[in-house]
């Protein structure tokens, strides 16, 4: 029998194989969204938790890491929506200083703050394309929204940073 | 500052933001999903069992009392 197939009767072996397989794949995805390496951790922890749960509804004609993928965002914006707003990206994991000098840290600590304001949805498509700059259409899939509903959140989170940066006196 | 196209404004918030370092998990997260696995099966205390076991034998010595008990599931 094939390994998705006996993942889906409940294989724990198989289970194991494809946790193996995509956890870094995962993690690596997850810690983009929240840029954090420990709650990222909890968070692949549970993605994998609901792809064990939800194995009867998978479909082994599809790609397993593309749903893997998408139950990851899934539980990465619950994260989101749970933590507070005004809880910053983790300060202590921040890694070294940008290379434009420019930008001040008093600004980019300003800017993360506007940053974590934004809706959740917003947030965190904005991290995927602005920051992370992944392709509208892997972040379409993994969201299992249109292209364009990505476009539009974009658009949406640019027009309240540029607003919030102006209160703030950032930006023009 | 002054006002930045879209493209500016978009290197403008990916430099306050420093780059992902690290693509893997600090260790093997296998033995937490297999706990989480196991702390999630439903688990019977010895009360539960003594119940049972009381609903069976009442089943056997009064096997008039099963509608009533399937009424009141």
Redesign the interface.
């Given at each position: 029998m094939e390994l998705q197939e006996r993942f889906i009767n409940g294989d724990l072996e198989a289970f194991e194989v494809l946790f193996r397989q995509f956890q870094k794949e995962v993690y690596s995805w997850i810690v983009r969204i929240v840029r954090d390496p420990g709650t990222a951790e909890d968070l692949t922890v549970e993605t994998f938790w609901r792809i064990y749960r939800a194995r009867a509804r998978f479909d082994p004609g599809r790609s397993f890491g593309a749903w893997a993928r998408r139950i990851a965002t899934n539980v990465s914006y619950d994260h989101l929506k749970s933590v507070r707003k005004e809880v910053e990206f983790s300060e202590e994991w921040m890694g070294e200083t940008p290379p434009d000098p420019a930008v001040r840290q008093d600004t980019r600590k300003r800017i993360r703050a506007a940053f974590a304001g934004l809706p959740p949805k917003l947030r965190l498509t904005a991290t995927l394309a602005l920051i992370e700059e992944r392709p509208y259409e892997e972040i379409a899939e993994s969201l299992g929204v249109p292209v364009g509903t990505v476009k539009s959140r974009v658009f949406r989170a640019v027009r309240i940073l540029r607003q919030k940066l102006k209160e703030l006196g950032i930006e023009q | 500052?002054?006002?930045?196209n879209?493209e500016q404004?978009?290197k403008?918030?990916?430099?306050?933001?420093?780059?992902?370092?690290?693509?893997?998990?600090?260790?093997d997260?296998?033995p937490?999903?297999l706990r989480?696995?196991d702390d999630?099966r439903p688990r019977f205390s010895w009360f539960d069992w003594v119940l049972v076991s009381l609903m069976a034998l009442l089943c056997l010595i009064a096997p008039g009392a099963i509608p009533g008990l399937l009424y009141n599931l």
């Open positions: - | 500052m002054k006002h930045l879209d404004f978009g403008f918030i990916k430099d306050a933001f420093p780059p992902v370092t690290g693509d893997e998990p600090s260790r997260l296998w937490r999903m989480k696995l999630s």
